[in-house]
């Protein structure tokens, strides 16, 4: 099966009425948001932290880190393992799955890449873009000042 195409599993989120995608694995579950305990002096993007099921997570808002989230929306949390970091990821909505194959993943341009949001690369849909990022990259930039 050399010919076997490469796929990667995708779940697609909402922030801002932009669309991302994060690797399926990073994912431990999605839940709704709950009560989130704020931190002094940190990072703008870390709303604060929770604690599920014994186990403390920072929370990363990603409504102000990626340009605004919708309150009209119902809002999810995003449990999410990054190279073994525990983290939250507060998001508009959660959409689907999706199983994307690397030869469609477009590589972005230096253009539209931004200082604080490495991404890596563009899916088009008919209906829109998805935006994948370095998730790595994203966490070091947030939670190591």
Do not use: C, W
Not at 103 to 111: A, N, Q
Not at 121 to 137: I, P, Q, R, S, T
């Amino acid at each position: 099966m050399e010919n076997e195409e490469r796929v990667l599993e995708l779940i697609e989120y909402i922030v801002g009425g932009n669309r991302f995608g994060l690797p399926i694995e990073m994912v431990n579950e999605i839940i709704q948001p709950m009560s989130v305990t704020k931190i002094p002096q940190s990072h703008p993007y870390v709303e604060g932290i929770i604690q599920l099921r014994g186990e403390v997570y920072p929370v990363i808002d990603f409504r102000s880190l990626l340009g605004g989230g919708n309150d009209e929306l119902l809002q999810k949390f995003i449990v999410a393992s990054v190279e073994g970091r525990n983290v939250v990821f507060h998001v508009d909505d959660v959409l689907q799955i999706h199983r994307i194959s690397l030869s469609v993943i477009e590589e972005p341009t230096d253009l539209y890449e931004g200082d604080h949001l490495p991404l890596t690369g563009v899916v088009k849909f008919e209906e829109g873009m998805m935006l994948l990022m370095d998730y790595v990259k994203l966490l070091n930039h947030v939670l190591e000042r």
